[in-house]
């Protein structure tokens, strides 16, 4: 019977334990879709909004207290390079400033605004370090034609 006792425990614990993992943090880009053909604002900064989906919290930066499922998102346009990121930042735009699932994409640093883009977003947490699963970062990127 102790035996027996014991063999049970370790199973509860182990259900237990799977029950209490949190998800991974998930990210998504609802809007534009993939190959969106997108009109540009015709504001100075040629912007339009990107919609983001997580199951993060997305607060602004210091906002989020002790909570580990909270943070903000980072964006550059064409990421694999820094032509289009904001004079003197590495990004193009965040919604450090505000959190909420809407980002203001700026076309206008871009050296040719209208054409092919690629957009991407990173997770990150409170302090601005990326989010990590896996020991890579939590990203997703879209890409569009912007006129």
């Not at 063999?7 to 799977?18: E, N, P, R």
């Amino acid at each position: 019977m102790p035996i027996r006792f014991v063999f049970l425990s370790a199973a509860a614990l182990c259900v237990s334990a799977a029950l209490a993992q949190e998800p991974a943090p998930t990210l998504q880009i609802v809007w534009p879709p993939e190959g969106a053909v997108v009109q540009l604002g015709a504001d100075a900064e040629r912007a339009i909004g990107v919609v983001v989906q997580s199951n993060y919290k997305l607060l602004a930066a210091g906002q989020c207290g002790g909570d580990t499922r909270c943070g903000h998102i980072h964006m550059k346009i064409d990421p694999e390079g820094d032509t289009c990121n904001l004079p003197g930042r590495p990004y193009n735009s965040m919604n450090s400033d505000f959190g909420g699932e809407l980002i203001k994409a700026r076309f206008g640093p871009c050296p040719s605004p209208t054409g092919s883009h690629v957009i991407g977003i990173l997770l990150a947490d409170d302090h601005h370090r990326p989010i990590l699963v896996d020991g890579k970062p939590v990203t997703r990127l879209v890409k569009v034609t912007t006129r």
